[in-house]
């Protein structure tokens, strides 16, 4: 069976930071793409950072490069995405995910799996 469970999430001040966390299980985690996603109140889900498996590498979105830092450990199942500092647009629902493509296909939203979301408040 496979999860993907994040923690981290909870409410914070504008500049700010916070670490989440996702661990996984039920999948060779050390085989997919890792990657975060975020959904706001009233908008789509977006794409914000990956890790990829094969070769070292991240990706970001222009909204989080240079404040995000993706990071997974393998030998653990676990990706991070330490986030610093946090702006009250980044209020969202983080969501971890794994894609069997490469980090270009996951940032397009090529998901084989979701975790169930982790709340990022942050307040002004």
């Known amino acids: 069976q496979v999860q993907l469970v994040e923690s981290g999430g909870g409410l914070v001040q504008a500049g700010d930071s916070l670490r989440l966390a996702c661990t996984a299980s039920?999948?060779?985690?050390?085989?997919?793409?890792m990657g975060w996603f975020r959904q706001a109140p009233g908008k789509g889900r977006e794409f914000v950072a990956a890790?990829?498996?094969?070769?070292?590498?991240?990706y970001y979105s222009p909204s989080a490069k240079g404040r995000f830092t993706i990071s997974r450990v393998n030998a653990e199942n676990t990706v991070y995405l330490q986030m610093s500092g946090l702006k009250p647009e980044d209020t969202a629902v983080y969501y971890c995910?794994?894609?069997?493509?490469?980090?270009?296909?996951?940032?397009?939203?090529?998901?084989?799996?979701w975790g169930k979301g982790t709340l990022v408040t942050v307040s002004s």
């Open positions: 995910a794994a894609g069997g493509g490469g980090i270009s296909s996951l940032a397009r939203g090529s998901v084989d799996y």
């Open positions: 039920g999948f060779i985690f050390s085989s997919y793409t």
């Open positions: 890790a990829a498996w094969r070769v070292p590498g991240t």
